[in-house]
């Protein structure tokens, strides 16, 4: 009896204060542009917050967002690899909107569950899983979350910009230049960067920019009124060695280079986005120039898998790749596949190639009951970029068959090297692999094996 009178002395005080209660509730979610509907949208749903900012509810208003343990170790599996190879990787987890810029958090967001300390605490724990497995991580949050170095207000006039867009998940280019500075810094203090020849970089400003965001465009179908537009103080990054400024062009992070790459920029949207200028910021804090290999839309490992299976990487390899990515990915959403390719294409470790039979679309090779190891692979290489999807068939001593579908979608290179890393077939006797490639093979496809890759 007690209990239950404590219970509802307890509503009747919340109801006081404004705390609960229809009315309170609306009043604190009336939206400015005419919004209706965003939180249970079909296309993004998101939640207004404090002048026009928004924030998604499935990424940047959700708790539990941690890279454990077994993804940092996968991780970690890519580092050594490549690091085997003269190659240190720079894991650059991206914080979320909530976790970064919650002062515009909507006035109701305690209701949804989010805590923001939480939210912040559960980033720190990721880098430290990370760092425990080995890798190198760059603690974006921390550097992004400094106030604001007078020297660099005066250089950049950035004091008031937001780090995220308003109306856009993305960060401006203030969010990036602080991600790149933490980035910088990983590459600054790693022992491997005394091996190399800084330059000096230069950043001017450009003028406002505008992006293109689909987030924007599917909450503005909801919102009477236009919804604050995707804009940026936009910025340039060139080498000191670049003729005078009036003539030179922008930093041409493509550019190829007859020497050892310095630094490779792999990942999402957030570096593939020229209103930012996140590869020129890196440049700049490091004094090294970055190849700029992100793709929009790629995933978790879109960049990786273009760039890893690719020409580029196995005839020059970079001193440093920077792996950016989103923290609230599932970097083991599609099992161990991705993992086991991307360590065995890191170390490209390939013996010469095996004895195959060649159709138009296949090859084969036997293998005589050969067991395997955790750390072994198949390379199928197809000996020119083209095909976007090869099906890997072992058949085992006693007839049974295993397939594995690799694909590369559109929005990857096409780069014709696909593996097949043998880590979930192990112990089993192989008799023979077949793969079929999604075009006609021409002359100098071949299969390889690939042994002890991990180690």
Known sequence: MTLTHRSNLTVFAMVALGLCGTASAAAAQESSFGCAGLEQSSLVRAEEGKDGVFYRVATDLTMGQIINHRAADAVARIARALEEQGTTLIFAPVPTKGQAMPEDLPSNFVTTGYDVEKARAEYAVSIANLRESGVVAADLLTRMLDTFDPAE???????????????????????????????????????????????????????????????????????????????????????????????????????????????????????????????????????????????????????????????????????????????????????????????????????????????????????????????DAILARFGSEGPRNAEFTLVTTDGVSRRYFSNRDDRLRATGNFWLGLGPYVDLPIESIKVAFDRPIPNGASLSLCPNFGE
């Open 153 to 375: 207000v005066a250089k950049y006039g950035t004091e008031n910009t937001p780090l995220f867009f308003r109306s856009d998940y993305h960060w401006t280019s203030e969010g990036a230049r602080r991600a790149a500075r933490a980035v910088a810094d990983q590459i600054v203090e790693h022992p491997g960067y005394g091996d190399l020849t800084p330059s000096s970089y230069q950043t001017r400003q450009v003028g406002e920019l505008e992006g293109f965001s689909n987030m924007r465009r599917a909450m503005q179908r909801q919102c009477r009124d236009p919804l604050p537009e995707v804009e940026t103080l936009g910025f340039e990054t060139n080498a000191d060695t670049t003729p005078a400024q009036d003539d030179a062009g922008p930093l041409d992070i493509f550019a190829d280079a007859e020497e050892q790459s310095q630094v490779v920029l792999l990942g999402t949207s957030f570096s593939d986005n020229p209103t930012n200028n996140f590869a020129g910021w890196i440049s700049q804090y490091s004094g090294l120039e970055v190849l700029n290999y992100a793709v929009t839309g790629g995933g978790q490992y879109g960049a990786l898998i273009s760039y890893l299976t690719s020409q580029d990487y196995l005839e020059q390899r970079p001193r440093f790749i920077v792996w950016e990515n989103p923290i609230y990915t599932d970097l083991l959403q599609f099992g161990t596949g991705p993992i086991e390719e991307l360590t065995a294409a890191a170390s490209a470790a390939c013996s010469d190639p095996l004895n195959v039979t060649a159709t138009s679309e296949t090859l084969e090779a036997e293998l005589g009951g050969a067991t395997f190891d955790t750390d």
